[in-house]
Nanobody
Framework: QVQLVESGGGLVQAGGSLRLSCAAS????????MGWFRQAPGKEREFVAF????????IYTDSVRGRFTISRDNAKNTVFLQMNSLKPEDTAVYYC?????????????????????WGQGTQVTVSS
């Protein structure tokens, strides 16, 4: 089992920044691949960013590439999502996700059915 707790969400003006954190406990965090997803009202949960257990294999969805940065600190069992140049369309509940599966391609982890554990979510609201 892996327990995930997100923090760092809030209300920010367009162009601003937020840093989300996800603290993990339970099963060895350093062996888990980690990601961030988000879900806006009335929409399906969508992939945002991913990082492998080793810290490599980083990928982003097109709409956030160049603005968001995913990172992890295995010594602190924490994964981060630095979000810069925020836009109103980034407004959503952001979920931390962990996968213990090993796929051949990193893009397999962009699917919600590749995820084994979810956090409870943290709200990010970007005002125009």
């Amino acid at each position: 089992q892996v327990q995930l707790v997100e923090s760092g969400g809030g209300l920010v003006q367009a162009g601003g920044s937020l840093r989300l954190s996800c603290a993990a406990s339970g099963r060895t965090f350093s062996n888990s691949h980690m990601g961030w997803f988000r879900q806006a009202p009335g929409k399906e949960r969508e992939f945002v960013a991913f990082i492998k257990s080793t810290g490599g294999g980083i990928i982003y969805t097109d709409s956030v590439r160049g603005r968001f940065t995913i990172s992890r600190d295995n010594a602190k069992n924490t994964v981060f999502l630095q979000m810069n140049s925020l836009k109103p369309e980034d407004t959503a509940v952001y979920y931390c996700a962990a996968s213990t599966r090993d796929y051949r391609t990193t893009y397999a982890y962009t699917r919600t059915d590749a995820i084994d554990y979810w956090g409870q979510g943290t709200q990010v609201t970007v005002s125009s």
